[in-house]
């Protein structure tokens, strides 16, 4: 059974770019969750997604959007990067959207 | 508000030597209180899900308990490769949403 994965692992990024971070869920998961972990702290959650809809949203500005697609593999964007962006985005699934949740290792994004 | 805090930051233990983490949690339903252990710079990693007051669970060298207010993770015997940073979230009965806690940095010496 295959985990759940992130691509890309690291990336540098400048001020003011845009980015898309992907993630592909567990064999038989349909929720996919991102968060934003700071260095020191606990995750901060950033939406779910359930069956391709979005599913709860945390407290992230508007140019934090996402994407599930039909094979429930999932897309995070940001736009117009600040340098506070920089943190580990981690990507989790579950098989429900109550359900436990299993984590990917994370893309490290660095904003310069 | 609903929040959840672990204590404490941080804990230096010898090898052998057991200790307990504590997440104290403030929430309005609680549907369960997860604990994971996350290495540095990687994702985290589940180890328990605890639903009810009173329950506890086990594995290997880590128990982890719940009450109505806190969870505790005791670990006993450690071992170097315990060393990690352990977190705690809580799941809320009406959103689902996970609240987490800033974790604990466990160090064990050999």
């Known amino acids: 059974e295959t985990g759940v994965t992130q691509s890309p692992t690291h990336l540098i990024k400048t001020r003011g770019q845009q980015v898309t971070l992907r993630c592909s869920s567990q064999s038989g998961h349909n929720t996919v969750s991102w968060y934003q972990q700071a260095l020191g702290q606990g995750p901060q959650f950033i939406f779910q997604y359930y069956r391709e809809e979005e599913n709860g949203r945390g407290n992230f500005p508007p140019r934090f959007s996402g994407l599930q697609f039909p094979n429930y593999s999932s897309e995070l964007n940001v736009n117009a990067l600040e340098l506070d962006d920089s943190a580990l985005y981690l990507c989790a699934s579950s098989l429900d959207f109550s359900d436990t949740q299993y984590f990917g290792p994370g893309t490290r994004l660095t904003v310069l | 508000e609903d929040q959840v805090t672990q204590s404490p930051e941080a804990l230096r233990l010898q090898e052998g030597e057991s200790s307990s983490l504590n997440c104290s949690y403030t929430?309005?339903?609680?549907?369960?209180l997860f604990w994971y252990r996350q290495d540095p710079g990687k994702g985290p990693e589940f180890l328990f899900t605890?639903?009810?007051?009173?329950e506890e669970k086990e594995k290997e060298r880590l128990k982890a308990t719940l009450t109505k207010k806190e969870s505790f993770l005791h670990i006993t015997a450690p071992k170097p490769e315990d060393s990690a940073t352990y977190l705690c979230a809580v799941q809320e009965d009406s959103n689902y949403q996970l609240i987490w806690g800033a974790g604990t940095k466990l160090i064990i010496k050999p």
């Open positions: 929430v309005s339903g609680l549907r369960g």
């Open positions: 605890l639903y009810s007051a009173g």
